[in-house]
């Protein structure tokens, strides 16, 4: 047995996938079947035999079976061997994902769909799990697994330890406590005369490399959310197999940041930190109004031109708080209502209309040299960060709208009391 680790998390998993597939089939679930040919000799007629679809009904319940309290744990050992690909291929899988978690999800349904082949009752002997695990174990890469290093500056991040331990396997650091890192990767787009922080990822294989630079971007698009200051991503990483040479990674522009003072993390925020990235990373969503307008605050940090990072503000804010459209005149007093208190929503409510007014005159070329437009930017930025934050960690609803609508409701003036009804009509 090559991967004891491995070995036991599935064999638990599968003693619970078991139970809970079972107990379906006895409460009266029932198991699709097919008619299968078994061959017959010649002049004879053809025989014929059910058998059971089990991996049809194991595929309408894996999202039960993901919920089960070894699922966790067998899918993390499954990402921590090589071969996989290699596993799914050899079993006929049409598609073979390149996301590690991915992965290990389509080779436990796989590796249940063997253990349970021709089974209509879902029962688990030693015999079935030792075939199936055989067949994986087989499939597996032996010997030493390459590891991949891969690096890249952090431009507007300072730490306050040499390294900080994040989720999905990122280590934030200074540069010169990563040995061995090239020296461009400190220094590329750094702002001013001081080495960018590093963002270290050690992966598994080259499948996983290829998923580095969504995690990058996602990495820097949690630490704009968690604070205040020009983070940024440069616009190329550098990686290694092994001990091997550096070879160049282009992240496609990276991600820019304009100009502005940087996020300052220090020791007694790490914690906070870790929990953050990774709630916002199981939270972040796919679509919708709050998947476009984290887009146009990316876009907003991006921007070399403070008028056109106010544009990307007012619609990613008019995307969460004004559906009915500009015209409504509706964004104001909700951006008011959620962000300040009570006593400086009308001062707040004013600032907003002044930024929507100076928009207007930016697209018609009549605003002022000394607009204040950095200004007006770095606030709507801070009011942006708040309400999206808040959004994607639970602590405000996911429909703004109607978040703000129900505060308004209660600052509402009280109804006059309706007139006496005249005693004769």
């Not at 220090?266 to 199981?282: G, I």
């Not at 930025?381 to 505060?407: F, I, M, Q, Y």
Request: some cysteine; hydrophobic content about 45%.
């Amino acid at each position: 047995m090559r991967h004891r680790n491995l070995h036991t998390a599935l064999r638990a998993f599968a003693d619970d996938a078991a139970a809970a597939l079972g107990a379906d089939v006895a409460q009266g679930a029932e198991v699709p079947f097919e008619l299968e040919e078994t061959g017959a000799a010649r002049r004879r007629p053809a025989l014929y035999c059910y058998r059971p679809l089990t991996g049809a009904f194991i595929r309408e319940r894996l999202g039960t079976l993901a919920r089960l309290e070894t699922y966790a744990p067998a899918a993390q050992a499954l990402r921590e061997v090589a071969g996989l690909d290699g596993y799914l291929r050899a079993r006929g899988e049409p598609r073979v994902p390149r996301d590690p978690r991915d992965l290990s999800d389509a080779a436990l349904r796989v590796f249940l769909d063997r253990l349970f082949d021709g089974s209509s009752d879902f029962a688990l002997t030693n015999e079935r799990f030792d075939r199936a695990y055989g067949e994986l174990e087989g499939a597996l890469d032996d010997g030493h697994t390459p590891v991949v290093t891969l690096v890249v500056g952090l431009p507007g991040l300072r730490i306050g330890s040499p390294e900080v331990q994040l989720p999905d396997g990122i280590t934030l650091a200074v540069a010169d406590s990563v040995p061995g890192a090239p020296h461009d990767a400190a220094w590329l787009a750094a702002p001013g005369d001081e080495p960018n922080v590093l963002a270290v990822l050690t992966l598994a294989d080259a499948v996983a490399a290829d998923g580095a630079p969504a995690r990058l971007r996602r990495l820097v698009r949690a630490l704009r959310l968690y604070d205040a200051g020009a983070v940024g991503l440069a616009p190329v990483a550098w990686a290694r197999l092994d001990a091997g040479a550096w070879q160049l990674v282009d992240l496609q522009g990276g991600s820019p940041t304009r100009p502005g003072a940087p996020l300052d993390l220090t020791p007694a925020q790490e914690d906070e930190l870790r929990a953050f990235v990774s709630l916002t990373a199981r939270r972040m969503p796919r679509g919708g109004e709050l998947a476009w307008a984290l887009r146009r605050f990316d876009l907003a940090f991006e921007r070399g031109d403070a008028a056109e990072a106010l544009t990307d503000l007012l619609l990613a804010l008019r995307a969460l708080l004004e559906p009915e459209g500009p015209e409504s005149g509706l964004l104001a007093d909700r951006l008011a209502v959620l962000c300040a208190a009570d006593e400086e929503r009308d001062a707040l409510a004013d600032r907003i209309e002044a930024a929507v007014a100076l928009e207007r005159a930016i697209v018609a070329g009549l605003a002022p040299p000394a607009s204040g437009v950095e200004d007006v930017v770095d606030e709507l930025t801070e009011h942006l960060r708040a309400l999206l934050g808040d959004a994607l960690c639970g602590h405000l609803d996911t429909d703004l709208v109607k978040a703000a609508d129900a505060l308004r409701g209660t600052q509402a003036p009280p109804m006059e009391e309706p007139a006496e009804p005249p005693l004769f009509s």
